[in-house]
C-alpha cells in the first residue's frame, strides 16, 4: 500500500508540471487561440533590411526574424502544437498596431521602438535592439547635424519616432524643415535618391541598410547627433503576461546563452542579402548593457 501510495505520488508529481503550462495556455487568450486554430500570426516588415525583409524567394529573412523563429519554436513547446502552421502577415509604421489590437497578428517581429505611449495600446517584449535616430544624405552634401536641416526638406517614415522628432524641431526651435512622410524606408529612400529632400531621417542602423540597397552605397552617409535612443521590441496584444512571458522568456535566453552574439555577428559583422554588403556595425555600449540587463523598458 505504502509503495502504491509513493507511485501515485511520483505520477502526480510528473503530471503537474504538464497541468500547470496547460492551465498557463488555458488562462492565455493569444495562446489558447494559437492552439486551438493550430496558427501563429507574425507581422513582418518588407523592406526594413537586415530586421526584417525579403529574400529573392519572398521569403522573410532577418535579425528580427530569427529572433522570432526562437519565439515560435517556444509557442510550440508551451501549447504542444509540432506542426504549427506560421501565418506571415506584412504590416506598415502605420498598420502594424491596430492589426496587433484586433487580432490579425499575434506577435509583429518587426522594427518597433517601445515607447510609453504605446503601451497604453500594446504589450512589448524584452528589448532586443537599440538604435540611435540619425540620417542619411549624400556623402559630399553640406548637412552633416541637425542643425543644417534649417529651410531644407526631410523625408521619414510615415508614423515613426522620428517623424515626430521632426515636427518638435519645427514647434520648438523654429527649424522650419519641410517634412515628407514615406510608408516605409524603400520608398524614402527612392525619395532621398530622387533629390526631392536634402536628407532621410530614421534609426542609424535603418539608414545604413536602406542604403546598402543604392547602386553605389558609398556615395551615402549616416550623419549627425542621435536625437534619440530607439529600444526595437516585439509588439503583443495588452493584458496576456501567459503569452508575453513566453515571448521574453526565449528571448531572455538567447541573451543569457550568448546565442544573440552569434545572430548579432551574422546580420550586422558579416555580408547580408541582397548585395551581401556588411554592415560591419560593432555592438553598441547601449546594447551590451541591454543584453547584460534584459528589460522591456521603454527609453521614454
Avoid at 529574400?55 to 526574424?65: H, L, P, R, T
Avoid at 503583443?236 to 548579432?264: C, H, N, W
Wanted: aromatic share 8%; glycine share 6%; with cysteine.
Amino acid at each position: 500500500m505504502k509503495h502504491h501510495r509513493l507511485a501515485l505520488a511520483a505520477m502526480f508529481a510528473t503530471l503537474l508540471p504538464l497541468a500547470a503550462s496547460a492551465a498557463d495556455v488555458a488562462a492565455s487568450p493569444t495562446l489558447s487561440k494559437i492552439k486551438s486554430g493550430g496558427v501563429i500570426s507574425i507581422g513582418h516588415r518588407t523592406s526594413s533590411i537586415p530586421f526584417s525583409y525579403y529574400d529573392a524567394n519572398q521569403k522573410v529573412i532577418g535579425f528580427s526574424q530569427d529572433i522570432c523563429d526562437r519565439v515560435i519554436d517556444a509557442v510550440k513547446k508551451e501549447t504542444g502544437v509540432a506542426a504549427l502552421q506560421v501565418r506571415m502577415v506584412p504590416v506598415t509604421s502605420q498598420n502594424r498596431i491596430s492589426l496587433v489590437q484586433n487580432g490579425t497578428v499575434d506577435l509583429e517581429c518587426g522594427v518597433t521602438t517601445n515607447l510609453k505611449a504605446r503601451q497604453q495600446q500594446v504589450a512589448f517584449s524584452t528589448t532586443f535592439f537599440v538604435a540611435g535616430t540619425r540620417l542619411l544624405v549624400k556623402k559630399n552634401s553640406p548637412i552633416r547635424d541637425f542643425g543644417d536641416l534649417s529651410g531644407k526638406s526631410v523625408v521619414t517614415n510615415a508614423g515613426t519616432t522620428s517623424e515626430r522628432i521632426l515636427r518638435r524641431l519645427n514647434d520648438e526651435k523654429g527649424a522650419n524643415i519641410t517634412i515628407q512622410s514615406a510608408k516605409d524606408y524603400g520608398e524614402s529612400f527612392l525619395i532621398l535618391q530622387s533629390g526631392r529632400v536634402a536628407a532621410f531621417m530614421m534609426d542609424d542602423v535603418l539608414l545604413s541598410g536602406a542604403r546598402t540597397l543604392a547602386p553605389n552605397p558609398s556615395d551615402w552617409a549616416v550623419v549627425g547627433t542621435p536625437q534619440s535612443f530607439e529600444a526595437y521590441a516585439f509588439m503583443m496584444r495588452k493584458d496576456d503576461p501567459g503569452f508575453k512571458q513566453v515571448v521574453d522568456g526565449a528571448i531572455t535566453s538567447l541573451m543569457k546563452s550568448g546565442e544573440i552574439d552569434t545572430l548579432y555577428a551574422k546580420w550586422f559583422a558579416k555580408p547580408v542579402p541582397p548585395k551581401n554588403i556588411s554592415f560591419d556595425l560593432p555592438v553598441s555600449e547601449p546594447l551590451k548593457r541591454a543584453y547584460a540587463n534584459p528589460s522591456d523598458e521603454a527609453f521614454e
